[in-house]
């Protein structure tokens, strides 16, 4: 008789000593939280290509590789010039640095904050205020269908919690550096972000996710934000893993009435990267700008979904992704919008696009839209294709050689996501990111 | 030495043949005119001398300053100094105005042999050219040619030419789409260009633009071959009756030069 070993058993025999390990100084809630986590995660477990969600992602390599948790390791000491490159030069922000998914304290700094504002490590929070996060932890990023949201909520222990009360504006950038070294064997980590912004309020929050070496580990991250009414949050994540690390993330946001949200991703790096991310209109006149940078090459495989339920009236959510993919790499983008029966007045428009720049590369590019109400304005598209050739030959034929006529094309077509980006000083950073991996950059860089 | 020389040049595209034994010789200083109907091969004329992919020589060869300019690539081309106004100018969101035409005289004086220039000397550079043409801030930070006009893309080619400052300018069609006032813009920042050393190859349907553009030699092209040449007098005989005085039957779908006004 053949032994199969369910691929989801080392995760809850995990889960078990995890619990026991914690439960101690554990509130009730979360307690319940965790547990409803595992056993969801039990229930479905890893999802094949079978699962429409999850057609383009095979996560055998994932499910097969037994990850080590070590949320209470001695941290690893990373010297504070070796993220210096990760971070935005002279932009003045606040920055929590995590290393391996632990709170680094000797690495992060706090700038002055308007009163009442925290940003803090969600463990420091989860030991002596717990309270504070019962009503947000969870509920904003939904776990019954995604095992990896599952495996994050069930073990989530370090991030950042960010609340604004309300009508505080925070000038400043906040920035959340997860760092990840690899380590043998390969090991896991839960990032898990909470932002709070009470009615009126605002800031900007930037995510980072970056591998300070080539090896192999995972980045389990899960993010959620709620937008009370007339709330305005500039959200950005930047993931720069390891091209031998998986990266998976979900991004949950709640939208009050009025309440206006922007978030801008952009994704250079990682092996095999999955991005979920879902937000809801829970009352009228919210604005969500959803936009996204997906720029591979190698064997990269980058799998972006979004959904955006429309459930009252007057919202708009404008969506653009692109794609640049090059080498074998494969980029994946499915989107749905959900307008429900009442959300009359909807404005939603979402749009993938995607550059191929060599004959391997892959794009499947998937926009959808499920509209149940009448006096709507909705509109998608998607498109997959080549540089065109009429700009080369117009570039070329003003002096450009070949090879800068195509970059500086391939950098064109990404220019509309980066041009997004409010905070200048990242901006720039972006610029010479995406720069740095176009071929012939050089020529481009020196002319900039 | 003259500056162009096409010798019995014969081209084709997509396996048609369309031009069919070209001979044109424009030395430094002068301004030829290339007249014709829709579908004489002007514009083929005007692809093959800037290298467009697509469009195969046969036969013959043209000669740039004696250099042969069909083995070159479109960027050496411009890189010697031959410079396409084209008659569709391309819009490319993303690459701007300014950054690409810094992009462009550097990578032209590198090839001379000339130091490249900072945003500073670029800018001042460009200033009175600008005025020229009556192309103000804004537009150097729009993307290029994003959302111009019709009017807007051709003044657009010829300060690029007025920044580049080429030895021998191909205006194809540079007339096409043009109001009146955009022409006297245009034709005026030409102009200006004029001098012993430049060549410049006006090619058009209608004679309007030499009225504004007065030029030295007037070549007639039809069924990729020149029938006629001589001086401006030609296009001024051609207005007066169109290309069928010259026998030449003009392709039904072309609107004749009369229907166009002056």
């Not at chain 1, 479905?44 to 699962?51: S, V």
């Not at chain 1, 803090?120 to 776990?143: C, N, T, V």
């Not at chain 1, 919210?286 to 007057?314: E, V």
């Not at chain 2, 260009?193 to 030029?215: C, D, F, S, W």
Request: glycine residues 8%; charged residues 25%.
């Amino acid at each position: 008789m053949a032994v199969t070993v369910s691929l989801t058993d080392p995760y809850v025999a995990e889960f078990q000593s995890f619990a026991k390990a914690s439960d101690a100084t554990e509130p009730e809630w979360l307690r319940k939280l965790r547990s409803a986590a595992i056993t969801s995660f039990e229930k479905t477990g890893f999802p094949t290509l079978k699962n429409e969600d999850w057609k383009h992602t095979n996560l055998a390599p994932v499910a097969r590789t037994p990850f080590r948790f070590e949320p209470r390791a001695e941290p690893v000491r990373i010297p504070g010039d070796l993220i210096e490159a990760y971070t935005f030069g002279v932009l003045k922000c606040s920055q929590l640095v995590f290393v391996n998914g632990n709170f680094a304290p000797k690495l992060s700094y706090l700038r002055w904050l308007p009163e009442g504002v925290r940003v803090r490590s969600l463990q420091e929070i989860l030991h002596f205020d717990p309270s504070a996060l019962e009503r947000e932890l969870g509920k904003h990023a939904a776990f019954d269908k995604n095992p990896f949201t599952a495996l994050n909520t069930a073990f989530l222990q370090d991030g950042a919690f960010v609340h604004v009360p309300r009508g505080r504006i925070v000038e400043e950038p906040i920035h959340l550096l997860y760092v990840s070294t690899s380590r043998d064997p390969a090991a896991v980590s839960y990032p898990r972000n909470l932002v709070v912004m009470e009615d009126e309020s605002q800031a900007t929050v930037i995510e980072s996710y970056v591998g300070l070496d080539k090896g192999a580990y995972f980045t389990n991250a899960v993010t959620e934000i709620r937008l009370g009414n007339g709330a305005l949050v500039d959200h950005y994540k930047i993931q720069r893993e390891s091209e031998a690390a998986y990266h998976f993330s979900n991004t949950g946001v709640l939208q009050g009435r009025g309440s206006t949200m922007t978030s801008t991703s952009f994704n250079l790096g990682g092996g095999l990267v999955r991005n979920d991310t879902s937000a809801l209109f829970s009352d009228q006149g919210g604005n969500l700008a959803l936009n996204g940078l997906y720029l591979l090459h190698g064997a990269q495989h980058c799998d972006n979904h979004t959904f955006i339920d429309h459930a009252t009236p007057n919202c708009t959510s404008l969506e653009l992704f692109k794609g640049i993919l090059d080498g074998r790499s494969r980029g994946i983008f499915y989107g749905k919008i959900l307008v429900r029966k009442d959300a009359q007045k909807t404005n939603a428009r979402q749009t993938d696009k995607n550059l191929l720049l060599s004959r391997e590369a892959f794009a499947d590019s998937t926009p959808g839209l499920e509209i149940l109400a009448d006096d709507v304005k909705c509109a998608h598209g998607s498109t997959v294709g080549q540089l065109d050739e009429n700009a080369i030959f117009y570039l070329r034929s003003r002096g450009i050689d070949e090879e800068a006529a195509r970059t500086l094309l391939t950098y064109a077509f990404a220019a509309e996501i980066i041009n997004q980006v409010k905070v200048a000083s990242m901006r720039i950073k972006l610029d010479q990111l995406v720069l740095s991996r176009l071929p012939g950059s050089d020529v481009i860089q020196e002319a900039l | 030495m003259a500056l162009l020389e096409i010798r019995n040049l014969h081209a084709r595209i997509a396996n048609k043949d369309i031009l069919r034994g070209i001979d044109i010789t424009v030395k430094a200083g002068e301004v030829h005119a290339i007249m014709g109907p829709n579908g004489s091969g002007k514009t083929t004329l005007a692809q093959v001398l800037a290298g467009r992919p697509g469009y195969e020589v046969l036969s013959g060869e043209v000669l740039f300053e004696g250099k042969n300019l069909l083995a070159m690539k479109p960027e050496d081309r411009a890189r010697e100094g031959i410079f396409m106004a084209f008659q569709y100018p391309v819009e490319i969101p993303g690459v701007g105005n300014a950054y690409f035409l810094k992009a462009a005289v550097n990578a032209v004086r590198k090839h001379r042999g000339l130091p490249e220039l900072d945003a500073m000397e670029f800018l001042s550079l460009i200033e009175d050219k600008m005025k020229l043409l009556g192309l103000d801030d804004s537009y150097m930070k729009r993307g290029l040619n994003e959302g111009f006009s019709g009017g807007e893309k051709k003044r657009n080619e010829i300060f690029q030419m007025a920044v580049l400052e080429p030895r021998l300018a191909v205006l194809d069609e540079t007339d096409s789409g043009l109001d009146i006032d955009a022409l006297r813009v245009v034709a005026n920042g030409v102009n200006s260009m004029r001098n012993k050393e430049r060549g410049m190859l006006v090619i058009t349907h209608y004679a309007r633009l030499l009225h504004y553009i007065v030029p030295d030699y007037v070549h007639v092209l039809a069924g990729g071959r020149i029938v006629k040449s001589g001086g401006k007098e030609l296009a001024e005989e051609l207005e007066k009756t169109g290309y069928a005085g010259l026998g030449i039957e003009e392709s039904p779908h072309a609107p004749t030069p009369a229907a166009v006004g002056h």
